[in-house]
């Protein structure tokens, strides 16, 4: 069924993440780095955010970023008090006993500005921005703390005027992802004292070893046992990639690289296979080999009200009278959206977001080997330099954007 699939594919994806946690870079922040103390709890979080929509809509595209996520609600957590700031840090993965909340807030500035520098051939903005409405008193403790820590922004607002507030909160996101993400809050009820929002655009202008376009033609993609679409399929022939796969091991992890420091993941189960993969899925092992690569051509999005989904996850107090934000206003209502886009050509990737082992490198020249991605696949887009997953998410059907 699609519920069990998905639970397969969350502890396949599960498994994986600690292979990627693993992987070492040239440009590694080091292992003193505060923001690798963080790391493990960014991973908890994404995995337990991507589970509950993988739950929720089994079906479905799915597309986040955790990173932009997890650095807004840590944001926020400076002006939270008592145990609505235990209750959202936890919530975010992080184990209180381990760290400080002043180690998570230490963490996430170098991880930002880790992520934030830029590199040949990508580019990339992440920030976030509080509306407030303009009849609060904004604590100066927390305007200091956020921008020193998150670079953020903070805006007077009047909610009163729904439509003004709308247009003012889209027209600055649009502008911070270069126009990718338009139209990010619908109109607000005029209760609302604050609005928090997130991004994070991503441009890869290229593939370490791009596709050629002329090589592009329309495939079939199988979305499930009833269901196929033609979607455009790039093609490589004679290019090497890393890959992991072997008899024991039935599911092809492909390692895509950009030019820079950003690394994309592609984990593709075989048919029928996935318990198999479950259960034998411990070689920690990649092998460049030459691939003849078929893999689409696609844009997906996903789009969430936060507000509405976190709870779940074991954010009670943030969304109810019952929260503590005291470190920033007396009010109490908050809203939270986050969208994020991705698009993937012969080119590179763009993507865009508003809201203990070892690895084996082995080189293995002989056989070309087909893969063919015509089937669900789930995708990572990894920070090399900072060990963190930027991007997260499960492509069912390419065709729906």
């Known amino acids: 069924t699609s519920q ?9 994806w599960g498994i994986l993440c600690k292979v990627f946690t693993l992987l070492k870079s040239a440009q590694s922040t080091g292992e003193g780095s505060p923001s690798l103390k963080i790391a493990p709890g960014n991973t908890a979080f994404a995995l337990h955010f991507y589970h509950l929509l993988a739950s929720q809509s089994p079906g479905s595209n799915i597309f986040f970023s955790p990173l932009s996520i997890s650095a807004s609600y840590a944001m926020l957590s400076l002006g939270a008090r008592s145990h609505s700031q235990t209750q959202i840090l936890e919530g975010l993965g992080f184990n209180l006993t381990e760290l400080s909340a002043w180690d ?40 200091n703390d956020s921008v020193a820590f998150y670079e953020s922004k903070l805006f007077p607002t009047n909610f009163h005027n729904s439509v003004g507030t709308t247009q003012l909160i889209n027209d600055h996101v649009r502008e911070e992802t270069q126009g990718k993400i338009v139209d990010l809050v619908s109109p607000l009820s005029t209760d609302i004292t604050m609005v928090l929002v997130n991004y994070i655009y991503f441009k890869g202008k290229s593939w370490f070893k791009p596709f050629i376009p002329s090589m592009t033609t329309p495939q079939d993609f199988h979305v499930d046992e009833n269901t196929v679409v033609k ?27 950009y030019q820079g420091n950003m690394t994309a993941f592609f984990i593709l189960p075989d048919r029928g296979k996935m318990k198999q993969v479950e259960e034998v899925l411990t070689p920690e092992m990649y092998f460049y080999k030459k691939l003849e690569l078929h893999f689409p051509k696609f844009s997906i999005s996903g789009s969430y009200q936060l507000d509405q989904i976190l709870p779940k996850m074991g954010f009670m107090h943030l969304f109810s009278k019952q929260v503590d ?16 886009i991705l698009e993937v050509d012969e080119v590179g990737a763009q993507a865009a977001a508003a809201t203990g082992g070892f690895i084996t490198f082995m080189s293995a020249q002989h056989n070309r080997r087909v893969l063919r991605f015509n089937r669900p696949f789930l995708v990572v887009i990894f920070s090399t330099n900072t060990q963190s997953i930027l991007f997260l998410g499960k492509v069912v059907n390419p065709m729906n954007s």
């Open 4 to 12: 069990t699939m998905n639970e397969r594919l969350l502890a396949l």
């Open 104 to 143: 998570i807030h230490w963490g996430f500035q170098h991880l930002l500005h880790a992520v934030r520098l830029p590199g040949d051939g990508l580019e990339m903005r992440m920030g976030s921005a509080l509306f407030l409405s303009q009849d609060l008193l904004i604590l100066p403790g927390f305007l």
């Open 231 to 257: 979607v455009p399929m790039m093609l490589q022939d004679t290019q090497h990639h890393w890959y992991l796969h072997d008899r024991h091991l039935p599911c092809s992890v492909l390692r895509m690289d």
């Open 325 to 340: 934000l005291s470190g920033i206003t007396k009010e109490r209502k908050l809203q939270v959206f986050h969208k994020a």
